[in-house]
């Protein structure tokens, strides 16, 4: 009995990196400060239903009790910009939470995919062709030359409902890679396991930007970096919160560029999970509040009933993070009279599309073992 309940009182915790942020110590809060506490620093984070979608019309107002599996949460990442900047979503991942609400499946949608785009009304845009990272921008435009990212997530939620053909999703968020790096800082780092050789494209060994060429100063140039670079070599290791947030941008110099780069992201939330789980961040309340006190500036999250953060966080306390699966999606390069467009989906991806949208992506995986990430 003893046991049970020693092993019990993580899982407040576990929510975690599902949304990026946020809830993976939501629950834990509520262990030693309670329900009202968490209330008070999160209640600046919730978006309301109009990231994902509104609540039908005359549907009675919802509860943690209502948020029951199968869930899908579409997550976008996002550079810091102000608000004259359109906003492209350098990362986009789906978390498919199944029925039994006790496993996480992770897939990324690669940033350069190519894809149709539909249109929108709220900033007159018409639809076509661009590449993914692009919808949010098309979406954002609110006049006056500025944009608003809820808005353009709406743009981009739409864009992968019809790639996938997941009709709804149950709940969105925007995390802004600036003020996450608060949160890493808050949690003391991040154990990582490195699985290539990745070289820095921005940062110096000493985490200080590196320098540009003279003739790169207008930013026209792909590559305008020059001199040494910090280097990540194969292995484990705790990373502080710059190493960590560096390492998963990078794609240039890597074998497989952007499909590297998913897989280390999910990597990171993975082990960010378990940081959230570890003694370290749950038996101290102080350490919980700052990484609280940090979202705010890192997360915007938005659920389709309108429930909040909190109501998510109690209601997937369940979630085992070590039954946390994350997806490749096959893929490669489109070309159109030579140029390259972009990036498109390879074989067996409709397939397990379909298995998303009906709950059965265990037995897709168990016929389908490439998809599966082994290095994560």
Known sequence: MAKSAKRRAPLWARLTAVFGAVLMVTSGVALVGGNALISKYTGSLDAGSKLVGSPAEGAPKASGKDIKGPLNILMAGIDPRDNKTAPLSDSIIVAHIPASMDQVFLFSIP?????????????????????????????????????????????????????TGIKQFDAGAIINFGGFKKIVEAMGGVTMTIDMTVKSEHLKPNGKPRDRRPECADNTCEHPYIGEQKVYKPGTYHLKAWEALDYVRQRYG???????????????????????????????????????????????????????????????????????????????????????????????????????????????????????????
């Not at 149709?116 to 006056?144: E, R, W």
């Not at 700052?290 to 890192?298: F, V």
């Open 254 to 376: 890597l074998p497989n560029s952007d499909y590297d780069r998913q897989r280390h992201q999910q990597q990171f939330i993975k082990a960010m999970a378990k940081q959230a789980m570890s003694k370290g961040v749950v038996t101290d309340p102080g350490k919980m509040l700052k990484i609280l006190d940090a979202a705010g500036d890192a997360v915007t999250f938005g659920a389709a009933n309108g429930t909040s953060v909190l109501d998510w966080g109690l209601a997937l306390q369940g979630l085992n993070t070590d039954n946390m699966v994350s997806i490749k999606l096959p893929g490669g390069g489109i070309y159109e009279g030579g140029k390259y467009r972009g990036e498109g989906l390879g074989e067996g991806t409709d397939e397990f599309f379909d298995a998303v949208r009906n709950d059965k992506i265990p037995a897709f995986l168990l016929a389908h073992p490439e998809f599966v990430n082994t290095n994560s």
């Open 111 to 163: 940033r350069d995919l190519y894809v149709d785009i539909p249109a929108f009304q709220p900033t007159g845009f018409g639809g076509g062709k661009s590449k993914i990272n692009a919808a949010m921008s098309f979406g954002s435009s609110v006049g006056n030359g500025k944009h608003d990212v809820t808005q353009g997530f709406q743009l981009l939620t739409k864009t992968v409902s019809q790639l």
